[in-house]
């Protein structure tokens, strides 16, 4: 019996439909080997966005206790690629100053192949510091007036400064000092208490009787400082420490 036209049709086109099935299945499931592999790959691999954050992360626990902090991770090579540790990786940095600035941040991955790589990165400290209220002159003492209080990003400073408004009182300008700027102990000396030719008081001891007597300082002397006094008993050039406003102590 013959079959009807259209299952003719059918069946002289069936290999054609079995191929083009066969065709589009490999398809998926080729797409689905690439995208398995990609997510597989992006799994494995520690992301540059992870890794900036973990930095961020880190340097805020290392340097919170210092004051209120601002931190910023610089721009890393888009064509770096690391694998992701076992465990967190290794972050350690060098300042041995604590007051953070321009830093590297070493980033260390021991597990098998193992990587290290350094991240640059900036780290702004602030803190409330004694500043000038004025411009300060070489020569001059300071005075309770001369010191207001100010926030200061201490990471820009790259020299020892102070912080007790107490022990400022008296210190003489050795460099000049802009307004608004904090005392840096270089740009300061201890206050002059004897100038060259005054008359002072010249204190030894010998074991618990003190033996007083008069003097003339050949030099000026400030706190602390040892000077050349002529004793003027006996016209003798001996030195001694300034310890008071016209006051000197002979070992």
Known sequence: MELPSVYKTFFALRPLHMRLWRKATLGILAAYSLLTASNLAHAQTYSLAELKSDVAKFLTNEYS???????????????LRLHRCPQAPGMSTRDNTGT?????????CKAAPGWSVHIP????????????????SRGEQISPADIH???????????????????LIGQEVKRNIGQGLPFLT?????????KRGDVVELQSQAGS??????????SD??????????????????????VASGKVTIL
């Not at 209080?149 to 022990?167: F, G």
């Not at 270089?186 to 004897?194: E, F, N, R, V, Y």
Request: no cysteine.
């Open 65 to 79: 206790s210092k004051g209120r902090i601002q931190i910023s991770v610089g721009n890393l090579d888009q064509r």
């Open 100 to 108: 953070g600035g321009n830093i590297s941040v070493q980033v260390q």
């Open 121 to 136: 990165a900036q780290v702004s400290i602030y803190r409330e510091l004694p500043v000038t209220i004025r411009d300060m």
């Open 149 to 167: 209080w100010e926030t200061i990003n201490i990471s820009e400073l790259r020299q020892t400064y102070h912080t007790d408004a107490e022990a």
């Open 186 to 194: 270089s740009s300061l000396d201890a206050p002059t208490l004897i």
């Open 209 to 218: 009787i003190m033996v007083s007597t008069s003097g003339t300082a050949m």
């Open 221 to 242: 002397g400030r706190l602390g400082q040892k000077i050349r006094i002529k004793n003027n008993q006996s016209d003798r050039i001996i030195s001694g420490t300034v």
